[in-house]
């Protein structure tokens, strides 16, 4: 007789199941390094300090990383559909990696997002008007970021019927 339930957060070898990111999860990060990022950008203008700096290629990162995570996450896909062969432990990789890219994505969204709303109440020059508008491409890079570690998570679960390892909604490797 098994001991695992419905309602248990382990597996049926007693070991943790990972479990999908929520977008309450991910809202949450994004609103509390929002709000830090914003009185730390206020605080940091109120002591006489230059604004931060950030320069306009720095949008590139989190977008080339974002592509990167929809090819990854589209090897799971057409392994999902029967067209790739696909070993667990390069599934669990992926799993892992889009998990990692979703939250990193709201982190650095709503820190970003933060400063950009503390810079547009400051009456501004050309440098300030510049720096608005890197942190808003940062933004958006971020929340593709975050939304595409969001999808390829999803397209890591797979609902086995016939195995009992795995509940559905488990995905395709539990932790060893």
Known sequence: MKKNSASSPTGSSGSPKLQPTS????????????????????????????????????????????ISVLWQGWVVRTYRHGKRALSPLQAGRIWLLSQAASRTGALLGGAAAGILFCYLNISGNAFLTQQIWNFLLVVIASVFLTITGWVVERWCIVEDKDDDSHSPGAPLVEPA
Request: charged share 10%.
């Open 23 to 66: 977008l309450w999860e991910l809202a949450l990060c994004a609103l509390l390094l929002g709000g830090a990022g914003f009185f730390f950008a206020k605080i940091w203008i109120r002591a006489g300090q230059v604004p931060l700096f950030v320069p306009r290629c720095t949008f590139l990162m989190p977008f080339l990383i974002g």
